[in-house]
């Protein structure tokens, strides 16, 4: 199916582990997202992508990773996760620039760090 | 940067009722004022946007208004449902150079009773 898409939609994981989120999109939006929801912060921005291999740092970028080679696909790497890092994390895309555009979201991917 | 507060956290109504959510900004060069409708275990949907040049837009039931001298725009849903239980978004974005990215309110659980 067309869109953007998540996996895995569920993780739970330990303290210092590595653990990869993956985002992959059909419509070759430019820009691509990584927010984390959490219960009285709503959505934060962790990092964006204008284009592959361009990436900036969003509002909570310490403890994360990421990387677009091919404008596809925007993978997010938590190198040594934590417990503050459990969350739900969204990624979406957006065919505008200058932040005009509408978002699409994926479906989420619900991380849990023990 | 920019802050958007949302209000309030929660609202509850009976169907048929009408309900409102309110949002203020902080920085004077935000243009566009996206909502955001997120039902539960799916990622956040726009349902209506509006920019700095206009004053009111309205799609069926739903309306959002903008008063850029107050820095505060609000949401407008008329003969609410249950199917529009949800949380709703709001968010701005502006700024004068780059790409100025999207930030969000906290968000607002609307619950639509029967």
């Known amino acids: 199916d067309a869109g953007i898409t998540q996996s895995p939609r569920y993780k739970i994981t330990e303290t210092g582990r590595q653990v990869t989120l993956m985002c992959h999109q059909t419509w070759s939006h430019s820009y691509m997202f990584w927010y984390r929801q959490d219960l009285g912060h709503g959505l934060r921005l962790i990092y964006y992508s204008a284009a592959a291999d361009i990436t900036d740092k969003g509002e909570v970028p310490d403890g994360y990773v990421v990387s677009r080679s091919k404008t596809e696909n925007f993978p997010l790497t938590l190198e040594s996760a934590t417990r503050s890092q459990t969350s739900v994390y969204f990624c979406?895309?957006?065919?505008?620039?200058?932040?005009?555009?509408?978002?699409?979201f994926g479906e989420g991917s619900r991380l849990t760090v023990l | 940067g920019e802050n958007v507060e949302q209000h309030p956290s929660t609202l509850s109504v009976q169907e048929g009722d009408s309900a409102v959510i309110k949002c203020t900004y902080s920085d004077s060069a935000s243009n566009y004022f996206p909502w955001y409708k997120q039902e539960l275990g799916k990622g956040p949907q726009l349902i209506i946007d509006?920019?700095?040049?206009?004053g009111e837009k309205k799609d069926q039931r739903i309306a959002v208004t903008l008063n850029k001298t107050a820095k505060h725009f609000s949401l407008h849903i008329t003969e609410t449902q249950p199917e529009d239980s949800a949380v709703y978004f709001c968010?701005?974005?502006?700024?004068?150079?780059?790409?100025?990215?999207?930030?969000f309110g906290k968000g607002t659980m609307l619950l639509v009773s029967p």
């Open positions: 509006i920019r700095s040049n206009v």
């Open positions: 968010a701005a974005v502006g700024g004068n150079s780059g790409y100025s990215t999207l930030t």
């Open positions: 979406a895309s957006s065919p505008r620039s200058r932040g005009t555009g509408e978002l699409f």
